[in-house]
């Protein structure tokens, strides 16, 4: 059985052009059940998607396994493209997800970005 949940991505820049932030009132942290990849136990495969309008976007997405934030990395999501999807590693229990400046001129902090996790 598939489950969703979903929401949008915050107004505001969370982070620079350099990855410094910005302040943290822009980002938004998901507290997900553990995913755990299809060894037959309840939450399965997790999967992490985006989509925008308007304009293209770059996200600064963190992934907390529990212990540390394991993975840190830019996502580009390109309105006219379809979703920007990819699985969750297992074991991860939170997600941070911000705006972040493509350059010192990027204005446009309000584009609809949607995002989407998915368990089968």
């Known amino acids: 059985m598939s489950v ?13 052009e350099s990855g410094g932030l910005i302040h943290y009132k822009h980002a938004i942290v998901l507290a997900i059940p553990n995913p755990n990849q299809g060894n037959g136990t309840v939450w399965g495969d997790g999967y992490l998607s985006f989509g925008s309008d308007w304009a293209d976007v770059r996200l600064r997405v963190a992934l907390h396994n529990g212990t540390t934030w394991s993975v840190v990395k830019n996502w580009d999501i ?42 089968l």
Do not use: T
């Open 4 to 16: 969703f949940q979903n929401g949008k991505v915050p107004h505001g820049f969370a982070f620079n």
């Open 78 to 119: 390109i309105a006219g493209d379809g979703r920007l999807a990819e699985k969750l590693p297992a074991g991860i229990q939170k997600v941070s997800i911000g705006r972040v400046k493509k350059n010192g001129g990027d204005i446009v902090d309000n584009a609809p970005v949607g995002w989407l996790l998915e368990y």
